[in-house]
Nanobody
Framework: QVQLVESGGGLVQAGGSLRLSCAAS????????MGWFRRAPGKEREFVAT????????YYADSVKGRFTISRDNAKNTVYLQMNSLKPEDTAVYYC?????????????????WGQGTQVSVSS
C-alpha cells in the first residue's frame, strides 16, 4: 500500500498557472508509474497525465497536451503536475494515483492507490 496526499489546488483566473504536488509514503515509490486524473462536476473521472517510474516516459490527454507537464522527484517521493494556460473547463477535483507497474497508463484500472483529491477552480 502507498499513501498519497495531494496539495496545491486553488482558485485561479483563466490563463493562470498552478502546480499540484502529490507526496507518497509506504511502498517503494520509485518503482511505479504515477498518474493524474480529474473529475469535473457532473462528469466521470478522466485521465490527465502519466509518468513512468524513471520519469523517462510521459503521456497526456489531448485536452491538456502542451499546457500541463507531469514530473517526479523520486528522492522526495513526490510527483508534480504543472498546469499552465488554465481554462475554465479544467475546473475539477484532481487526483494522483500510483500504478501497479513501472509503465504509465491512461487506464484507471492500472492504478491501485489513490489520493483524496485537491480542488482546482478556474474562473473566466
Amino acid at each position: 500500500q502507498v499513501q498519497l496526499v495531494e496539495s496545491g489546488g486553488g482558485l485561479v483566473q483563466a490563463g493562470g498557472s498552478l502546480r499540484l504536488s502529490c507526496a507518497a509514503s509506504g511502498r517503494t515509490f520509485r518503482w511505479y508509474a504515477m498518474g493524474w486524473f480529474r473529475r469535473a462536476p457532473g462528469k466521470e473521472r478522466e485521465f490527465v497525465a502519466t509518468i513512468s517510474w524513471s520519469g523517462g516516459n510521459t503521456y497526456y490527454a489531448d485536452s491538456v497536451k502542451g499546457r500541463f507537464t507531469i514530473s517526479r522527484d523520486n528522492a522526495k517521493n513526490t510527483v508534480y503536475l504543472q498546469m499552465n494556460s488554465l481554462k475554465p473547463e479544467d475546473t475539477a477535483v484532481y487526483y494522483c494515483a500510483a500504478g501497479q507497474s513501472s509503465s504509465g497508463s491512461y487506464n484507471q484500472r492500472e492504478y491501485n492507490n489513490w489520493g483524496q483529491g485537491t480542488q482546482v477552480s478556474v474562473s473566466s
